[in-house]
């Protein structure tokens, strides 16, 4: 599931990873970020951290409580909030940095076929 | 004891309590001096006490020889003080008049030179001598030196003020008596035949002329000749009458009834006549001291410390009449004392500054209480050179910490700060400190909101840079990942398309990269494009430039869709529904004024209506209420030949009737603090731009959970 406000990172992520054989689910907020997950259960999610209704971290949350082992990656321009989060110890398995480099996304997909 | 003997024994006495007095205490040669003058007036005490008191002649003689021993000293001994006092140079008749001293004395040794055995019996008691034509040369001489020391001490008060001026009169008109009583004693040597009570006038000068040398702080002379005359004559009262009427009736025992009740109602009414008289003598003292208490509870109000310090100054000046009042201010920044105020001639006198190292600093801060000039050691009195003799200093201080001081110039009619004037400033000066302490906490408010008020606008200037930078990132983010895609494609491409790969499927597969790579094309322009907007956006709004304001022609649309695009970005807002902006009307007038403000005026106000909305969605609508409303920001732009108005009008939640005064204040807001725009700045600089900076008008209507509008006013630009 790729998760972000911006059309054209959906489209473009969404475009890389169907090559790579997996299907994949966009949306732009947070609110059907969550109702997505629980329809499809994807096995990797990529969410950026500041999307509309819902917030990235509040979305990771809320899967948390569905599925404490779904694998979440966020998606940031920012370096300092990327570093606050990891101060935070919130429970992500990654980071992935705007201008995000479709390599990175591909390495992280087929690290977890 | 004869009368005379008795005044003799009293000026011994007296003029050795003062030699006492004046050797323990005295600190400087001025007071030497007076010691031995004092030492003079001893010996006439001791000599008239014996010839006063001779049963014989030639022990009378000897009482009158020792008088004059005594007596030739006084006039050199008081020239003498009188210069050093001054502070004038007169060695050689200061020599002249010791030398004639001291030659009497030595004339003594040979009987008849001075005084001749020739005597008369006076007035049933005193024996008296002729004296001879050196005596009388003496004399002379005597004579000629008080003429000179009066001279001296005229001159000396009519150039000065203050304490040095009281002085001088105190020592004029107590020496006056002095030796108009040591003359009469003289009288029945020339053949006037006056009893000599005037003998104790030697003593009564001796007193004053002391008390006026030593004490620091003086009283006005008026106001001490008028209490030693009512004392005189109240006592007098009180001790003649019962004493005469025991005399004449011979009932000592009602005398002594008298006397007693006399004795206790004698202190008030020696207190109720003395009051009495002073509320005339000090009439002006009084006034000024009573309008300066009454000023000073006022200075508490007063929370500019510029006028504050000035309007302090002023009063004294006016009041009291000095030459000048200065008002220093600690500045624990700089280390120094900073002259603030200045009223009057103090200018070439008073310093700008003085540093905490000053000597005079270092003293002041070791005073808590008023003190005159004269306090001062020499060294302090040095330090500040000869010009600056100022007349009172006021230290104020508020726990401890000196705050500043104010300097004082003597006062115009020369007489002295008194005890009253001291206690009438020290109450000035305590409630000085506290305004000083009022105004400075002021001033750092002040200081502290402007700060935040600057900090506050960067923030707000960040506000609005943040959204467009995330909108920069946005954009470059979508290039790189249209241009990685076309290398993923290109990629994929050669690795799938072998040497073998031809013909119809070849070119199928050809097609489709093309097509795709066009579509990332496409995409790539459309951003590039998109960024370009966005630049020259910034550009417009031009949110980092110099001060000033730039008038300028543009459309109101421009700027009004500009703040709409910032806005959604800000708010996240994808669907327009939501931020709903309609030009109602006037959509191409074009406006006159300065573009950042006018944008930032218009941005702040949009922001408040789609916040009022969302505040109404969110918070007071319910269920169908919420699902039916339809969000409303309308805009008009009315133009006539003068000005031009923009309608802001919301249908938002409103402003409350209790809010309404202070919706333009800063930091005034009811957004809840959770929410990042909730710094209450925004309606404050929108006043502030239009009104303050484009002498237009801003003004809104709004009800309770009807909505808001905001009406703007601005000049048009003045046809040539």
């Known amino acids: 599931m790729i998760v972000d406000d911006e059309e054209d990172v959906c489209q473009a992520l969404a475009k890389v990873i169907q090559r790579k054989g997996f299907e994949v689910v966009t949306c732009g907020d947070g609110e059907t970020a969550l109702e997505m997950f629980k329809t499809h259960r994807p096995d990797i999610t990529f969410l950026d951290l500041y999307i509309p209704k819902l917030k990235g971290w509040q979305v990771l949350e809320e899967i948390r409580k569905i599925d404490s082992g779904a694998k979440v990656y966020f998606v940031t321009g920012s370096h300092d909030d990327a570093e606050k989060l990891k101060g935070k110890n919130v429970p992500v398995n990654g980071y992935v940095l705007k201008p995000i480099d479709l390599s990175e996304i591909v390495k992280i997909v087929e690290e977890n076929r | 004891m004869t009368l005379f003997a008795l005044s003799g024994l009293f000026i011994a006495v007296t003029a050795l309590t003062l030699i006492l007095i004046l050797v323990i205490y005295g600190r400087k040669r001025l007071h030497l001096i007076w010691a031995f003058f004092n030492l003079s007036v001893f010996t006439w005490g001791i000599g008239t006490f014996v010839a006063g008191n001779a049963t014989t002649p030639q022990l009378a003689l000897f009482g009158w020889q020792l008088s004059l021993m005594g007596g030739v000293f006084i006039a050199p001994s008081f020239y003498h003080t009188v210069c050093t006092f001054c502070g004038i140079e007169r060695r050689k008749l200061i020599i002249f008049g010791y030398s004639i001293g001291i030659i009497t004395e030595i004339l003594f040794i040979f009987k008849k030179v001075i005084l001749l055995d020739n005597w008369t019996f006076l007035f049933n008691s005193i024996y008296y001598f002729k004296g001879t034509i050196f005596y009388f040369v003496i004399m002379l001489c005597w004579g000629g030196i008080v003429a000179l020391s009066y001279l001296e001490l005229f001159r000396f008060q009519k150039i000065n003020k203050g304490r040095q001026y009281m002085q001088a009169l105190y020592l004029g008109y107590s020496a006056l008596f002095g030796f108009i009583g040591g003359a009469s004693a003289h009288l029945p040597s020339v053949g006037l035949n006056i009893y000599p009570y005037g003998n104790f006038g030697v003593a009564i000068y001796a007193i004053i002329g002391t008390y006026a040398i030593l004490r620091l702080h003086l009283l006005d002379i008026k106001v001490a000749f008028t209490r030693a005359g009512i004392f005189l004559c109240v006592y007098a009262f009180i001790l003649g009458f019962p004493f005469y009427f025991g005399y004449k009736t011979n009932l000592w025992i009602w005398s002594t009834v008298f006397m007693a009740i006399l004795a ?103 005073r808590e209480e008023p003190f005159i000039y004269e306090e001062m050691p020499d060294n302090i009195r040095d330090s500040l050179g000869n010009d600056v003799k100022f007349g009172l200093v006021v230290p104020s201080i508020i726990k401890g910490s000196y705050l500043g001081f104010l300097i004082m110039g003597q006062k115009k009619n020369r007489t002295l700060f008194t005890e009253d004037d001291i206690k009438t400033f020290k109450i000035l000066s305590n409630n000085a400190s506290m305004a000083v302490v009022n105004c400075l906490q002021t001033d750092r408010i002040k200081k502290d909101q402007e700060i935040l008020l600057n900090s506050e606008k960067l923030a707000l200037i960040g506000g609005m840079a943040a959204g467009t930078a995330h909108q920069f990132n946005n954009r470059l983010n979508a290039f790189v990942l249209a241009a990685n895609s076309i290398q993923m494609l290109i990629e994929d491409f050669l690795a799938e398309t072998g040497e073998g790969l031809i013909g119809k499927e070849f070119m199928h597969k050809l097609h489709k990269l093309f097509d795709d790579i066009n579509e990332f094309l496409e995409k790539i322009i459309w951003n590039v494009r998109r960024t370009e907007e966005i630049i020259r956006g910034v550009m417009n709004v031009s949110l980092f430039r110099a001060e000033g304001i730039t008038m300028s022609e543009f459309k109101i649309a421009e700027l009004i869709d500009q703040a709409a695009r910032m806005l959604r970005e800000k708010h996240k807002i994808k669907d327009e529904d939501e931020l709903p902006i309609t030009i109602v009307s006037g959509k191409d007038e074009i406006i006159y004024g300065d573009r950042l403000l006018i944008f930032e005026s218009i941005y702040n106000t949009i922001d408040n209506s789609y916040e009022a909305i969302e505040e109404k969605i969110l918070y007071k609508l319910e269920g169908d209420e919420r699902k039916n409303f339809k969000p409303e920001i309308k805009i008009r732009v009315i133009q006539d030949d003068t000005e031009t108005k923009i309608e802001v009008a919301d249908n938002g939640v409103g402003i409350k009737d209790e809010n309404r005064k202070r919706v333009f204040a800063p930091f005034y807001t009811t957004k809840p603090s959770s929410k990042a725009s909730g710094s209450g700045i925004g309606t404050y600089f929108v006043k502030r731009n239009i009104e303050e900076f484009h002498k237009g008008k801003v003004w809104f209507e709004s009800e309770d959970m009807k909505g808001t509008t905001f009406y703007f006013v601005l000049p048009r630009k003045a046809k040539a």
Do not use: C, W
Not at chain 2, 279 to 295: D, G, T
Not at chain 2, 353 to 364: A, N, Q, R, T
């Open chain 2, 264 to 366: 206790t109602v004698g202190p008030l009414i020696y207190n109720f006549l003395t009051r009495k008289a002073e509320n005339v003598i000090l009439a002006e003292q009084k006034r000024y001291q009573a309008f300066l208490l009454k000023a000073s509870d006022g200075m508490v109000h007063e929370p500019d410390m510029d006028k504050l310090l000035n309007l302090t100054v002023y009063l004294i000046k006016r009041a009291v009449r000095t030459d000048y009042a200065a008002a220093y201010l600690n500045d624990a920044g700089e280390n120094k004392y900073v002259l603030k105020a200045l009223r009057g001639s103090g200018r070439q006198v008073v310093p700008p500054e003085f540093s905490y190292d000053h000597p005079f600093i270092k003293y002041l801060e070791t």
